[in-house]
């Protein structure tokens, strides 16, 4: 199903954190969010999910503007795989993945025997099968994301929506988690903090700066040199994978005194805040717990 963002516009506590931004993600689509810390990849993200009301601007999910709609009707539409998610120690993974379904239920309503399948499929699809009696609160960081994953396969929404959804984990589980998530077919936005994995795992990206989209597009037309320099301020280039043969980005630091820089960019203020030469290095004072 289509998901379309059009003239979004976000302000919190007196700041604009959104302005004018505009996303399509075509059916069975992975898009990428893309930017630096503090751009507003979660706020859109997070728009999307009604999880904040946009001072202005639409989101449809197919021809349904999400805000229009109760929360169990937006449930059926899509789920989520928001940041550091807690729950109570006492949760079995079972417990967990049967979230999923309570759009689908009644306020009364118990779990039904089709309502037990669905979980235990999502379990199987994510490869956690083995751990429905387990508590959630004792398994991994990769683990955890797998479950919640699987919670957000029990809802059988058609859209998908991912924040930074391989923070904390291993390189293993980060790449584990990105091939089910490329592989479920659903139509899938995902806030992304590596370049690479967006890269490797995404159909177009949506790069933000400063509340605002840059660029909308193919991986390797959003990630230009310059964007690179202008943007994230290192200096990226494109290589083969020698493993996977995909597209993969090399990056190096921004040097500040423009050596190496392509023409015309200016390094971000970040860049620039270096200490004077005149002044001479001081250095740190030991560790008092030494």
């Known amino acids: 199903m ?12 007196g700041h604009v954190i959104l302005d004018d931004v505009a996303l399509t993600a075509e059916a069975g689509a992975v898009i990428g969010l893309v930017g630096p810390n503090g751009s507003g990849k979660s706020t859109l993200l997070r728009s999307i999910y009604r999880a904040v009301r946009p001072d202005r601007g639409v989101v449809l999910i197919g021809q349904t503007d999400v805000r229009r709609i109760p929360a169990r009707r937006a449930g059926k539409l899509r789920a989520v795989l928001a940041q550091d998610q807690e729950l109570g120690n006492d949760f079995s993974v079972r417990d967990v993945v049967a979230l999923g379904r309570v759009p689908h239920q009644g306020l009364l309503d118990r779990d039904t025997a089709d309502d037990r ?13 083995w751990s429905h009696s387990r508590l959630f609160a004792s398994l991994s960081g ?78 390797v037309e959003v990630l230009t040199t310059q964007r690179l320099a202008e943007v994230f301020g290192v200096h990226g280039a494109f290589t083969t994978h020698p493993l996977t043969g995909r597209p993969h980005l090399v990056f190096t630091a921004l040097d500040p005194t423009s050596q190496g820089r392509p023409p015309g960019v200016t390094p971000p203020s970040s860049a620039l805040r270096t200490p004077p030469h005149d002044h001479p290095r001081r250095e740190c004072p030991p560790d008092e717990h030494e």
């Open 142 to 219: 990769g683990e955890r994301q797998r479950v919640l994953l699987a919670r957000a396969l029990a809802q059988q929404a058609p859209v998908l929506l991912l924040d930074e959804p391989t923070n904390h984990l291993d390189i293993g589980a980060q790449l584990e988690l990105l091939d089910l998530v490329r592989g479920l077919g659903l139509t899938t936005v995902c806030a992304l903090h590596d370049l690479d994995h967006a890269l490797a795992y995404c159909n177009r990206l949506v790069l933000l700066d400063g509340g605002r989209v840059v660029a909308a597009g193919g991986p």
């Open 117 to 129: 399948h669905i979980v235990a499929c999502s379990l199987e699809r994510v490869g956690m099968t």
């Open 2 to 13: 289509r998901v379309t963002a059009t003239g979004l516009r976000v302000t919190i506590d």
